[in-house]
């Protein structure tokens, strides 16, 4: 499966690809593209979370989330000379984190393994803030671990599609574009992956 081009996708448009509206100044963007290295720190403390998030969920294993995320931010110091400081570098950080995630995937002798639940990386885990109920916020946080480890059982193919869908606000089309197939395999993708989580988690949100 042919892999995008993380400099062509380096200028992508500001409002594609899951941008949240977070962004750094774009003075900041410019010291990025020219290597300066404060503007790098800035850079990784800006989208360290969104980057390590990603890879966690594509791999379900956090500690080689981590070992994604640093080969991430190696592949943005080599490429930083094409990004476009007047567009928004989530998209591009997306491609790049992909795509590496791909790579330790199809590098792994054995089945990634399932048995390590995502938490603490997520939106929405752990305590809200403000809220005045310990108890219900603990139900919500054993949910969200329940689905996240549903989420890990899942096939490569299909667990991609809704960690880019749900988690980070990418279209089909965009996903599409992203992972090598149609838009009609994405949406099939997509429903077999809600399918399966429904059955996967069939009772336990019943109660």
């Known amino acids: 499966m042919k892999k995008p081009s993380e400099a062509q996708n380096a200028g992508q448009d500001a409002t594609s690809a899951g941008d949240s509206g977070a962004s750094l100044p774009r003075e900041t963007l410019v010291g990025v593209r020219n290597g300066d290295a404060a503007a790098l720190s800035a850079f990784f403390e800006f989208s360290f979370d969104r980057v390590y998030s990603l890879a966690a969920r594509l791999l379900g294993d956090r500690a080689a989330a981590e070992d994604a995320a640093q080969e991430v931010f190696l ?12 567009r928004s570098p989530l998209p591009w950080l997306t491609v790049i984190t992909y795509n590496v995630c791909r790579d330790v995937l199809r590098s792994r002798k054995r089945e990634v393994a399932r048995s390590v639940p995502i938490d603490g990386d997520a ?4 305590l809200p803030s403000g809220d005045p109920d310990p108890e219900a916020a603990a139900l919500a946080g054993e949910r969200d671990r329940l689905v996240q480890e549903a989420l890990t059982r899942l096939p490569e193919e299909l667990r ?23 838009h009609a395999a994405v949406r099939k993708r997509y429903s077999r992956a809600l399918a399966t989580l429904a059955d996967d988690l069939r009772g336990i949100f019943d109660e």
């Open 75 to 86: 592949r943005v110091h080599r490429a930083a000379n094409r990004l476009d400081p007047d």
């Open 123 to 126: 939106e929405g885990t752990g």
């Open 160 to 182: 991609e599609v809704v960690v880019l869908r749900d988690y980070h606000g990418m279209r089909h089309d965009e996903i599409a574009e992203l992972v090598g197939a149609s």
